[in-house]
């Protein structure tokens, strides 16, 4: 599936599905009900950022599906680490949430996914604001349930709202310019903002996963009352298309699909979840995985180590078809994947030896020798998604941006482009080192019986590279030698997720590797990912801990762009902004999806062009060519 802001808030990964089909001030304007919305506006049954939504009022189906697509069969997916919890909203706060939990709720809104940045109603059957965009009304469906056969309310979006604002930092954040939600009436509910202007408020309160009200404010089947702050390995209550089959506590998770769902003949679900059940398999080591699947008891795998794409897929499956590899483009969102040192501790306090921690990092060597020259470096905040990369010097409306900043930002902001360092042979590598070495001096240190030391205090200077991955450890120990001929002291440390997590929210650690996926419409969410609130927040995305007042003015500066050329060139104002404070090391980059699957699922002609794979949203389980591979 595509990378949308849903996903990303969720725990794996922000919504916006590509470039600008136009610009456009405002949210659509298509009408799609009587004009009964409130104080005369206009109902609306889609959302776009920019543009006019692609689908009329009556749509039957989104165009990227088969409606025909047969139900039926499982899908075994794999897992990577553990799961002690079923409660998406302390996801990433308290334990390690389950694969998949989120299928069992829905939002306000689905986004399409052949448009940009659009979505259409789900839960909610329209939406109304203002030109100003000061507050939204959502108007729900009036047939739409939880699995216990209760009416989905606005007691549960206001319940919903309060929940992961009050107990989850990255959405409190993501939602803090919501001022309240509150009943108009039965059937709607509306958001008002703290300020007009925020264009995108409107849109992304429509993705905020609703949860039943009634049931969290229940007992369990001992009598204990819930609690919406706490985990719970109890199966939730969801509105859903899938709901909780079984489990075994960081081992399996089964998923079966609603066959009565209230919602599988929306025009939004119409070829959508085709598979009975959903399994993810859990392992705590990515080689067990592979086996796993080569053994056929995994029926689909991403593949994210360029190695194993290289290496451990020659096995008689794939010569004979049984097997199919498949990359996919990435067209839906940019990235950047960083060793992110904690500003949080005071070694790592200057830029300067943020800059020279990227001096000894050789990418070139690395990529050769352990990725078989498949990735190429991050250059930007938004590696991948180019209409927001920073390039060359900044001009037009993004230098005027930044003209209020001078004197706050670094100098070369407006002097030169940002370029990371080059490796790859003896000569760079030995440049490389000792320009690292003249940062290091700059900054207070100094070498005595060849180790680093702060020049004031004689205090070493040592490093753990800590990582939750057993696969990032070899990077990690490439990487280890040239810090150490610094002078530093260093070492490398893997543990498992659960430990880690605790760590990153008591931010207990100097270096880890961190990735930020961005959707092609930045916005709120670029508070939880530099902003100075979210720095000291537990469980917060700001894990470098990025105190900057200038990056938080353009933050807002992004937040409440009035156009698509207005959020580019903020945007890159931002990334440019980051990227000459040195706040990570950044890593690579690869433009396509892998993967692996057993050849026995069925999909689209054509694929969804933000899409992704679109599996399992739009793939279907092929009983003729199961049926072949069981006999061969």
């Known amino acids: 599936m595509a990378i949308t802001r849903r996903h990303l808030l969720q725990g794996s990964a922000l919504a916006a599905m590509a470039p600008a089909l136009g610009l456009n001030s405002g949210l659509s304007v298509t009408p799609a009900f009587a004009d009964d919305a ?27 599906v088969n409606p025909d697509a047969p139900k039926g069969g499982l899908v075994r997916q794999i897992a990577i680490g553990t799961f002690d919890n079923f409660n998406i909203v302390v996801s990433g706060v308290k334990g390690s949430i389950a694969g998949g939990v989120a299928q069992i709720y829905q939002s306000l809104t689905t986004p399409s996914l052949d448009e940009v940045s659009t979505e259409y109603g789900l839960l909610a059957e329209a ?77 992304i309160v429509g993705q905020l996963t609703i949860l039943p009200k009634h049931w969290w404010e229940g007992t369990d089947s001992q009598g204990r009352k819930r609690d919406v702050s706490a985990t719970t390995l109890e199966k939730p209550l969801g509105s859903g298309p899938y709901r909780i089959k079984e489990f075994v506590a960081g081992r399996t998770i089964t998923l079966e699909r609603v066959k009565d769902h209230w919602a599988r003949d ?21 080689t067990v995985a592979i086996e796993a699947f ?20 020659d096995f008689p499956a794939v010569t004979d078809k049984r097997v199919v590899l498949e990359e996919f483009p990435n067209r839906s969102s940019g ?40 990735y190429k470096r991050i250059s930007s905040y938004f590696d991948g998604a180019e209409e927001l990369m920073a390039t060359g010097l900044p001009q037009g409306k ?35 080192l000792r320009e690292a070495l003249r940062l290091l001096k700059e900054a207070g240190y100094e070498v005595r019986d060849r180790k680093l030391v702060n020049a004031k205090s004689g205090e070493p200077f040592s490093i753990e590279l800590l990582s939750e991955d057993p696969n990032f450890e070899r990077v990690m120990l490439a990487y280890k030698p040239s810090l150490e001929r610094l002078g530093m002291s260093v070492s490398v440390r893997t543990i498992d997720p659960i430990q880690y997590e605790n760590r990153l929210r008591d931010w207990d650690f100097d270096i880890v590797v961190a990735s930020w996926p961005e959707s092609l419409s930045p916005g709120n969410e670029q508070r939880e990912f530099w902003g100075t609130k979210a720095a000291d927040a537990p469980g917060s995305r700001n894990i470098v801990g990025i105190k900057n007042p200038a990056i938080d003015k353009l933050i807002e500066r992004v937040i409440f762009a009035t156009d698509r050329e207005d959020l580019v060139a903020a945007t890159k104002a931002l990334d440019r902004v980051l990227l000459w404070n040195h706040y990570v090391v950044p890593q690579w980059n690869y433009p396509k999806v892998r993967t692996a ?30 049926a072949k591979l069981k006999s061969s």
């Open 38 to 64: 409130p104080s005369g506006l206009k109902w609306r049954h889609g959302l776009s950022l920019f543009g006019n939504v692609k689908y009329p009022a009556d749509f039957k189906r989104f165009d990227y």
């Open 127 to 203: 939406a109304s604001y203002p030109d100003d965009f000061s507050y939204v009304v959502y108007r729900l469906r009036p047939q739409a349930k939880w699995d216990d056969g209760v009416p989905v309310t606005p007691e549960d979006v206001i319940f919903s709202l309060g929940a992961f604002k009050t107990h989850h930092p990255m959405f409190s954040a993501y939602y803090s310019h919501v001022v309240r939600a509150e009943k108009v009436s039965d059937r709607e509910v509306k958001f008002v903002f703290d300020m007009p202007g925020n264009r995108e408020l409107p849109q």
């Open 266 to 286: 929306l025009p939004t679900n119409v070829g959508c979840y085709n598979f009975d059940e959903l399994r993810y398999e859990y392992f705590r080591d990515p």
């Open 294 to 313: 080569k053994g056929d008891q995994i029926d689909w795998r991403t593949e994210n180590s360029a190695k194993a794409w290289a290496t451990a897929y």
């Open 335 to 374: 990235i950047m994947q960083a060793f992110a040192p904690n500003l949080r501790r005071a070694k790592f306090a200057d830029p300067r030896v943020r800059r020279a921690l990227n001096f000894a990092f050789d990418f070139e060597e690395i990529n050769k020798q352990l990725f078989f020259g498949q």
């Open 398 to 432: 993004e230098l005027a941006i930044l003209e209020p900043l001078r004197g706050q930002v670094p100098a070369e902001v407006f002097t030169t482009a940002y370029t990371n360092p080059v490796g790859g042979n003896p000569e760079a590598v030995r440049d490389n």
């Open 597 to 626: 699957r057993w050849d026995r699922f069925g999909r689209p002609a054509e694929l969804p062009k933000y899409g992704l794979s679109g599996f399992p949203l739009i793939w279907w389980y092929d009983a003729d060519k199961a």
